[in-house]
């Protein structure tokens, strides 16, 4: 999903029949939210929370709107994006961030 809208954001960007920018696209990334007929839970953020963050963030002209919740800061998310990035880099496992072999090291390094 994360590179299908980025390269939407980018062809409507580059295309010259949406001068104006008329159309954009926009990547929402939300944190713990109760969804459904959950029981919400402390910590989570209710769905109005994510649209008003997500119509914040279009209206400031984010591409990637990350929305935390009352679990962790943003600067929790932002290790945690820097540290799911290195897998690919480094040749970890996906979502090594829960793996045996790497969650001691991925704890210390997103906290």
């Known amino acids: 999903m994360k590179a299908y809208t980025e390269a939407l954001e980018h ?3 580059s295309n010259p029949d949406n001068a104006g920018r008329r159309v954009t696209a926009h990547l929402l990334i939300p944190g713990w939210t109760t969804t459904g007929t959950q029981e919400h839970k402390p ?5 109005e929370q994510v649209v008003d963050a997500m119509l ?19 600067e929790m998310d932002k290790k945690r994006i820097l540290w799911a990035a290195g897998d ?7 979502l ?5 072999d790497y969650a ?8």
């Not at 910590?43 to 769905?47: E, L, Q, T």
């Not at 001691?104 to 906290?111: I, L, N, R």
């Open 11 to 13: 062809e409507l960007r």
């Open 96 to 100: 090594s961030r829960w793996h045996l």
């Open 56 to 74: 914040s963030g279009i209206a400031r002209g984010d591409f990637y709107i990350i929305c935390p919740d009352g679990e962790v800061t943003a």
């Open 88 to 94: 690919m880099t480094e040749n970890r496992p996906p």
């Open 104 to 111: 001691d090291v991925a704890k210390q390094a997103c906290s």
């Open 43 to 47: 910590g989570a953020w209710r769905p």
